[in-house]
């Protein structure tokens, strides 16, 4: 069944209810926390480099990974990496590659989630992961991973992953550590990865022809590691690279890549040659489409 999308104009309700009030208690810590204790480069060091530490596990797991299979591994990482990527503060991985495989299902059609050409920039920044209407998980969409019980698990109980991030940060570096390493270093990262749905969906370049409006943006790219080209991405899906050139740089894969020569990945996906012809102007030797993504209640061979 595919949740049923108002076509409405949203409203104030719709961006501050008693849900959404930890994502905007953030947002006001940042301005009164450095208000309060005043600006500090460490720190600032210190939340870019978990910013992107924590986007890879956004990026290179719950997109690449939990998403679009685009390679595999064991059971066992698997779930650590769900778990490092629940410390992202972005739900679970169950929860976010359902609904992100919803996404591409209906792209910028009436049914997507969060469609600048359907709702505006606000709402496909952050009015949809807020809502309401979105908590539940699509476990329809995304039964390849739900058959393993520990990540159902972690899924349901997503606030563990960030309670253990808090306080390690604690621990090891104080309120100093938890402040700019949470609170600050969240803020940027929920707004990083939300770039993808909005900025990417109106500027940049159109390398593929596809029927929704999804762009190649070099600078998005650099902000969260390689999703920024996203044209490339919507044409063809399931690559554990989204910079199919060596000119685009793709730091998520540079990370898969490392991880596969040592044996904790493996099999990963690379877009066929066709796709790379046609994305040079080649003529294509035949019409490529990607691959659909496996929902089905069927064990992949994406785990061992």
């Known amino acids: 069944m595919e949740i049923a999308v108002e076509r409405r104009q949203k409203t104030f ?10 994502f905007w208690l953030l947002h006001v810590g940042v301005v009164v926390g450095i208000a ?44 650590v990496i769900a778990l490092l990527g629940g410390m992202s503060v972005q739900k679970g991985a169950l929860w976010w590659a359902g609904h992100h495989r919803h996404h591409h299902k209906f792209s910028d059609q009436p049914e997507d989630l969060h469609s600048v050409r359907q709702d505006g920039m606000m709402w496909s920044h952050i009015g ?52 700019w390493g949470l609170v600050v270093s969240t803020v940027l990262l929920w707004h990083g990865t939300f770039t993808i749905n909005s900025l990417s969906h109106v500027y940049g370049t159109r390398r593929y022809q596809t029927e929704d409006d999804s762009r190649n943006n070099w600078f998005l790219a650099l902000l969260t590691m390689g999703e920024g080209w996203h044209n490339n991405h919507h044409h063809y899906q399931s690559t554990a690279n989204q910079g199919f050139y060596w000119w685009e740089v793709d730091l998520s894969y540079y990370v898969l890549w490392t991880l596969a020569r040592v044996g904790l990945v493996w099999d990963l996906r690379l877009p066929p040659e066709r796709v790379l012809e046609e994305g040079r102007g080649r003529r294509p030797k035949e019409v490529t489409a990607a691959p659909a993504i496996e929902t089905s209640a069927v064990a992949p061979d994406a785990v061992l």
């Open 36 to 79: 309060v204790m005043g600006w500090s480069w460490s720190g600032f060091a210190l939340a870019i480099a978990l910013y992107y530490v924590r986007m890879f596990f956004v990026t290179g797991v719950y997109h690449r990974y939990f998403s679009h299979r685009a390679y595999k591994t064991s059971r066992w990482f698997q779930f």
């Open 128 to 179: 949809w992961i807020i809502a309401r209407d979105h908590n539940e998980t699509r476990y329809d969409l995304i039964r390849d991973f739900a058959k393993y019980p520990e990540l159902v698990w972690l899924n349901k109980h997503h606030v563990v992953p960030v309670v253990l991030y808090g306080v390690l940060l604690l621990a090891f570096g104080g309120g100093h550590a938890l402040f």
């Open 13 to 22: 309700d719709d961006y501050f209810h008693l849900q959404t009030l930890p």
